[in-house]
């Protein structure tokens, strides 16, 4: 079935270092989505790309979905403490979401 | 958007006996799911919960081992039957908007001893 890969597993960065966690699927996508669960949290949608070569910004988040609409990325520009936790993909496999194995982020303040 | 409620949200168990999982929903929403989550690890789903028939189960899950209630578009419930310390886990409760983002409870940590 289709499958939902991220790298990497884990990062620990220093404070206002930029940070970068990359999501690849087998099949092509019709979306993806992204989720961010803080330490101890429950994970939180934070945006949800549909079209081929999308970009979007969240303030120092930006979010981009390929050409081929099976791969992804989260860019974190000059990382924060608030930055920590986990971020997962997650891409539609029927009616069902399907998420990838998350990128732990730590920062060193 | 949707506010859910999930209790209760942690438990210890003995081994053997059965836990039920409530999840209570601000709106009704026409898709609800249960997800598993082992610390440190990712978002396993056990199963959709259909309003009015049985839930959709995910490779791996049954429903004697894991019955789930829908009885209406706001409310849901997940039992974790003949508990042993391999259910041990964070089981997380989530709703489907219309623009198909998930929106999850605060999740039931739960200790089998």
């Known amino acids: 079935g289709q499958q939902v890969m991220q790298i990497p597993q884990y990062q620990h960065v220093q404070e206002g270092e930029d940070f970068t966690t990359y999501c690849n699927s087998s099949?092509?996508?019709?979306?993806i989505q992204w989720y961010k669960q803080r330490p101890g949290g429950h994970p939180v949608f934070l945006i949800q790309?549909?079209?081929?070569?999308e970009v979007k910004k969240q303030k120092r988040l930006t979010f981009q979905f390929g050409e081929a609409k099976k791969n992804s990325s989260l860019h974190i520009t000059a990382t924060q403490t608030t930055d920590v936790g986990t971020y997962f993909c997650?891409?539609?496999?029927?009616?069902?979401?399907?998420f990838g194995a998350g990128t732990i982020l730590r920062v060193k303040s | 958007s949707a506010v859910i409620s999930q209790k209760p949200s942690r438990d210890i168990c003995q081994r053997g006996t059965s836990l039920t999982i409530q999840c209570q929903v601000d709106?009704?929403?026409?898709?609800m799911f249960w997800y598993r989550q082992q610390p440190g690890q990712s978002l396993t789903l056990i199963a959709t919960?259909?309003?009015?028939?049985?839930?959709?189960?995910e490779s791996g899950f049954v429903i004697d081992k894991f019955p789930i209630s829908r009885p209406n578009l706001t409310f849901s419930t997940l039992t974790v039957s003949n508990m042993s310390p391999e259910d041990s886990s964070i089981y997380l409760c989530?709703?489907?908007?219309?623009?198909?983002?998930?929106?999850f409870g605060e999740g039931s940590r739960l200790t089998v001893l």
């Open positions: 919960a259909n309003q009015g028939s049985e839930a959709t189960y």
């Open positions: 997650a891409g539609p496999r029927g009616n069902k979401l399907v």
């Open positions: 790309l549909v079209k081929s070569g």
């Open positions: 989530s709703a489907q908007t219309g623009a198909g983002e998930l929106f």
């Open positions: 099949t092509t996508l019709s979306n």
């Open positions: 709106s009704q929403v026409t898709m």
